[in-house]
């Protein structure tokens, strides 16, 4: 079983739609959660962090962590073409750097 | 955050030959970077953790002897793929951390090898 689980999707939706995406975990040393976002063949890129659970929001963003059901979420509310890439849900425990990264989701916002 | 550049962008390489990937951290210092390689819609998967001043740490399974990495400077790592094959193809990034408290990792373009 993989520490990180991540449906790859790919997810289509309409512009404006509100998008979900979810990632679950195994290990309950996770503190901190993050999502990067990763056009096609470039580097991601840290959109949200959260530490422990509770909600965070940044415009358009909202990223939602519960360690009870080790469950975390990014929704994305009026979502564009622009937002279409591939959302990498990453964890990291307390100590150290290592990050785990989910395999990621794809995202297709149509017109 | 702290800008990432690897180069090259993309190489191929005939198989058995040698490739050297760059990767600097163009407005920070680092001791530490790491990293990754991801196959296509694949994870990122950490390789190594490259050591400025002493030995890259390298992730279970990781052959040491055939991904050579080398922290030169508090601004450069290279990862060499020696002895190449065409099932090193993949797509290998870099990424410094932020420093201090701060978690994030800032990740670099990648860099796209294939192998022949």
């Known amino acids: 079983q993989k520490e990180v689980e991540q449906d790859p999707g790919p997810l289509s939706v309409p512009e404006g739609a509100i998008v979900s995406l979810n990632c679950t975990y195994s290990?309950?040393?996770?503190?901190?959660f993050m999502w990067y976002r990763q056009y096609s063949r470039k580097g991601p890129e840290l959109l949200m962090y959260?530490?422990?659970?509770g909600n965070k929001e940044d415009g358009r963003f909202t990223a939602q962590v519960d360690k009870s059901s080790k469950y975390i979420s990014l929704f994305i509310r009026d979502s564009q073409p622009s937002d279409s890439a591939t959302y990498l849900c990453?964890?990291?425990?307390?100590?150290?750097?290592?990050?785990?990264f989910g395999t990621g989701t794809q995202l297709k916002v149509e017109l | 955050g702290a800008v990432v550049s690897q180069h090259p962008s993309w190489v191929i390489c005939k198989s058995g030959t040698s490739v050297k990937i760059e990767c600097r951290s163009l407005?920070?210092?680092?001791?530490?970077m790491f990293w990754y390689r991801q196959f296509p819609k694949q994870s990122l998967m950490l390789m190594a953790t490259?050591?400025?001043?002493?030995?890259?740490?390298?992730e279970q399974g990781v052959e040491k002897d055939k991904f050579l990495i080398n922290h030169a400077s508090l601004t450069l790592s290279t990862l060499t793929v020696t002895s190449a094959h065409p099932e090193d193809s993949s797509f290998y990034i870099c990424?410094?951390?932020?420093?201090?408290?701060?978690?994030?990792?800032?990740f670099g373009p990648g860099t796209r090898l294939t192998v022949t």
């Open positions: 990424s410094v951390p932020g420093g201090g408290t701060i978690v994030e990792q800032y």
């Open positions: 290990n309950s040393a996770f503190q901190y």
């Open positions: 959260t530490y422990s659970s």
């Open positions: 990453a964890m990291k425990k307390g100590g150290g750097n290592k990050l785990t």
């Open positions: 407005d920070f210092q680092a001791t530490t």
């Open positions: 490259s050591n400025e001043g002493s030995k890259a740490t390298y």
